[in-house]
């Protein structure tokens, strides 16, 4: 508990297990995909809470969230904050939840202490950040930043063949606003590291600096159904095996770049999938990611080429399809200032770092001067249902969120 404390830490933490009742999976996680009934249960008790704070809520045409707190002056850009809501198949209580609902108690706060700042403030909840089920992250935040268009993000499909456009629509969240760049003076998201580093060094703040470089790719791998009991190795055309040696190429690639290196595979459908069917067909994600856009460019120079050479001779042709890149994103040194300087007033020990995981704020940060803040996570796990966090670490974080948006809101 630091001196100056504004926030209610226990409020906070109350509101958090509310939230994580929401999808709440048997092992202790969420499983909130978004645009699903599931999503819609917590967007509505999101929008309840905002609402019982007299927050005037608007849904845009991709069903992003923002609830607005009046200023004094209404000739002022408002202050944005917020995260997702959206989770991961097996995901945490805390991964984008913490960013909304630390939002939703500096709203609380500034109601309870009667303060009214001179900028408006509004409550974000970007649609589909986490891109597990329609293969784009930061969407909701893309489309708002114009880095996907509205018509192309309604055609994104899941695998089930069901699109962004109907999947808005079966929930009730298509909003009337434009889900486009509209004035706003700066953005802040706290966000739990969803790595190692700050609990290793024990420091309960992160000052985030920006967001490193990544790539996503789609592969298809055909080859030909066969029996396994009739189909000798010379008459083969095995999808799988060209698979795993494209999958062992990802990872070779990105263990080249030493500690810094990052190279998934996180998605494979083999079809038919029986136990008795030499595979003909294979599909899975790949993405690359790493600090630095030069050797992004690499990754991304090397990758198609390489992996048709590791498919060579299996008789199976191999199709690689980008879906999107971005490069690293800086965030703003005033708004990063902000959090440091909150950080220091309030006494918690803080580091500055560079994100591994994309978010939101990095296409935010295209248009807005945007900053993050990153609280620790225990044993750096996070997209996994055991990802944990402790109450004095959400209270930390929350408070910094709430010095860094007013002194930003009063200035
Ligand atoms: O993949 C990411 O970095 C984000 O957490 N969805
Ligand atoms: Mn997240
Ligand atoms: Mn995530
Ligand atoms: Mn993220």
């Not at 969240?173 to 003076?185: I, L, M, S, T, V």
């Not at 029986?274 to 993405?287: A, C, K, T």
């Given at each position: 508990?630091?001196?100056?404390?504004?926030?209610?830490?226990?409020?906070?933490?109350?509101?958090?297990?509310?939230?994580?009742?929401?999808?709440?999976?048997?092992?202790?996680?969420?499983?909130?995909?978004?645009?699903?009934?599931?999503?819609?249960?917590?967007?509505?008790?999101?929008?309840?809470?905002?609402?019982?704070?007299?927050?005037?809520?608007?849904?845009?045409?991709?069903g992003n969230m923002f609830a607005r707190r009046e200023g004094r002056d209404p000739q002022r850009l408002p202050?944005?904050?917020?995260?997702?809501?959206?989770?991961?198949?097996?995901?945490?209580?805390?991964?984008?939840?913490?960013?909304?609902?630390?939002?939703?108690?500096?709203?609380?706060?500034?109601?309870?202490?009667?303060?009214?700042?001179?900028?408006?403030?509004?409550?974000?909840?970007?649609?589909?950040?986490?891109?597990?089920?329609?293969?784009?992250?930061?969407?909701?935040?893309?489309?708002?930043?114009?880095?996907?268009?509205?018509?192309?993000?309604?055609?994104?499909?899941?695998?089930?063949?069901?699109?962004?456009?109907?999947?808005?629509?079966?929930?009730?969240?298509?909003?009337?606003?434009?889900?486009?760049?509209?004035?706003?003076?700066?953005?802040?998201?706290?966000?739990?590291?969803?790595?190692?580093?700050?609990?290793?060094?024990?420091?309960?703040?992160?000052?985030?600096?920006?967001?490193?470089?990544?790539?996503?790719?789609?592969?298809?791998?055909?080859?030909?159904?066969?029996?396994?009991?009739?189909?000798?190795?010379?008459?083969?055309?095995?999808?799988?095996?060209?698979?795993?040696?494209?999958?062992?190429?990802?990872?070779?690639?990105?263990?080249?770049?030493?500690?810094?290196?990052?190279?998934?595979?996180?998605?494979?459908?083999?079809?038919?999938?029986?136990?008795?069917?030499?595979?003909?067909?294979?599909?899975?994600?790949?993405?690359?990611?790493?600090?630095?856009?030069?050797?992004?460019?690499?990754?991304?120079?090397?990758?198609?080429?390489?992996?048709?050479?590791?498919?060579?001779?299996?008789?199976?042709?191999?199709?690689?399809?980008?879906?999107?890149?971005?490069?690293?994103?800086?965030?703003?040194?005033?708004?990063?200032?902000?959090?440091?300087?909150?950080?220091?007033?309030?006494?918690?020990?803080?580091?500055?770092?560079?994100?591994?995981?994309?978010?939101?704020?990095?296409?935010?940060?295209?248009?807005?001067?945007?900053?993050?803040?990153?609280?620790?996570?225990?044993?750096?796990?996070?997209?996994?249902?055991?990802?944990?966090?402790?109450?004095?670490?959400?209270?930390?974080?929350?408070?910094?969120?709430?010095?860094?948006?007013?002194?930003?809101?009063?200035?």
């Amino acid at each position: 508990m630091s001196t100056n404390q504004k926030i209610n830490g226990p409020r906070l933490w109350d509101a958090l297990m509310a939230m994580a009742e929401i999808g709440a999976t048997p092992k202790g996680g969420v499983k909130r995909l978004t645009l699903t009934e599931v999503d819609k249960a917590g967007r509505q008790r999101f929008t309840q809470w905002c609402e019982e704070l007299g927050l005037t809520m608007r849904v845009d045409a991709m069903g992003n969230m923002f609830a607005r707190r009046e200023g004094r002056d209404p000739q002022r850009l408002p202050v944005l904050l917020g995260s997702h809501l959206d989770s991961q198949p097996t995901g945490g209580k805390f991964d984008g939840a913490l960013g909304v609902i630390a939002g939703l108690e500096v709203m609380r706060s500034l109601h309870d202490l009667n303060i009214t700042t001179e900028a408006p403030i509004e409550l974000v909840n970007w649609t589909d950040e986490e891109g597990s089920r329609f293969g784009h992250s930061l969407m909701g935040s893309g489309v708002w930043a114009g880095i996907f268009g509205l018509e192309e993000a309604y055609g994104f499909t899941d695998l089930d063949g069901v699109n962004v456009s109907q999947a808005l629509d079966s929930i009730g969240y298509k909003g009337p606003h434009p889900a486009a760049p509209f004035p706003a003076d700066a953005y802040f998201e706290l966000h739990i590291e969803q790595g190692p580093i700050l609990e290793q060094e024990g420091k309960p703040i992160g000052i985030v600096t920006g967001a490193q470089a990544q790539v996503w790719y789609d592969a298809v791998i055909t080859g030909q159904d066969a029996h396994a009991g009739t189909t000798p190795p010379s008459a083969r055309r095995d999808a799988l095996v060209a698979a795993a040696r494209v999958i062992a190429l990802v990872d070779e690639m990105m263990r080249a770049r030493g500690e810094a290196g990052r190279g998934t595979v996180g998605q494979l459908q083999v079809l038919p999938n029986s136990r008795n069917v030499v595979p003909g067909e294979v599909r899975f994600s790949v993405e690359f990611r790493h600090p630095d856009d030069a050797e992004l460019a690499r990754l991304m120079a090397e990758f198609p080429q390489a992996a048709e050479a590791a498919v060579a001779g299996s008789g199976c042709r191999l199709e690689v399809t980008k879906l999107f890149d971005m490069p690293a994103q800086p965030f703003d040194p005033a708004c990063v200032d902000l959090v440091r300087q909150a950080a220091a007033r309030l006494g918690y020990p803080a580091r500055e770092i560079t994100s591994g995981a994309a978010h939101d704020a990095v296409y935010v940060a295209r248009r807005v001067p945007t900053a993050m803040i990153f609280t620790p996570c225990k044993d750096g796990l996070s997209h996994n249902e055991a990802e944990s966090i402790l109450p004095e670490e959400a209270e930390a974080g929350c408070q910094v969120l709430f010095e860094a948006v007013v002194a930003r809101a009063n200035r």
